[in-house]
């Protein structure tokens, strides 16, 4: 019995079991996994139920991320990745698939390396990363840089970074801080007035060292 013929005997087996448990999430996960070895598109719908029914399962976000990268729609793999992150900020696995992902993303864009997908991915990592890390902003001061080397004249990354800094009470941040500081007065309709605030109360503690 060859690879196909497996995978259609276990779809027909999980039909089954799901009709007598619906709320098994497990099910929902292998079904979506037998689906996408056979290329079914339908195969999100099972990884989703599953996740719905048990959203705290991290390898249903792997799985789910997975299967979309392998589609090559990588800003919507990302979001699940993302989630995973937030469930297991130390697992290898996810941190090599965003990593992955975000170089994707920037090939596709390598034309137009300011494009609002890559950056809003940057973003959203850099974010993630300071939400999760306990002990230093390194991770999301990599992404929040990403942004800068395709649109260094935006101030809103130098603001990220200086706040990232100012999270962890790193008195060495100074320069960046006042940097972000600058960036901010002479573009203050691009920045909201809360960032505005945050930044500016960062410089004037680093004003009295």
């Known amino acids: 019995m060859g690879e196909y013929d ?9 039909n089954k079991a799901i009709e007598l448990n619906p709320a098994n999430a497990d099910f929902y996960a292998k079904r979506g996994c037998a689906k996408s070895n056979l290329g079914y ?3 999100i719908e099972d990884f989703d139920k599953a996740i719905e029914l048990n959203p705290n399962n991290i390898e249903f976000y792997k799985n789910t991320g997975a299967y979309i990268k392998k589609n ?3 800003e919507s793999a990302l979001e699940y990745y993302i989630k995973a992150l937030k469930i297991d900020p130390d697992d290898k696995d996810i941190k090599e ?3 992955y992902i975000v170089n994707k993303i920037a090939e596709g864009y390598s034309e137009s390396f300011s494009d609002i997908e890559y950056i809003k991915s940057c973003y959203q990592l850099g974010d993630v990363y300071l939400e999760i890390d306990k002990e230093k902003p390194d991770r999301a001061i990599s992404y929040y840089r990403k942004i800068i080397n395709s649109n260094k004249y935006k101030p809103q990354p130098y603001i990220k970074i200086g706040l990232a800094y100012k999270k962890f009470n790193n008195i060495l941040s100074q320069d960046i801080t006042f940097f972000a500081f600058d960036a901010c007065m002479e573009c203050q309709n691009e920045v909201n007035l809360e960032d505005q605030f945050e930044i500016s109360a ?4 680093f004003l009295e060292f």
Do not use: G, P, Q, T
Not at 6 to 14: K, N
Not at 202 to 205: A, G, I, Q
């Open 72 to 74: 090559k729609d990588f």
């Open 6 to 14: 497996v995978a259609i005997d276990a779809i027909e087996d999980l």
């Open 202 to 205: 960062s410089s004037s503690r």
């Open 97 to 99: 698939a965003i990593d």
């Open 41 to 43: 598109e339908n195969a």
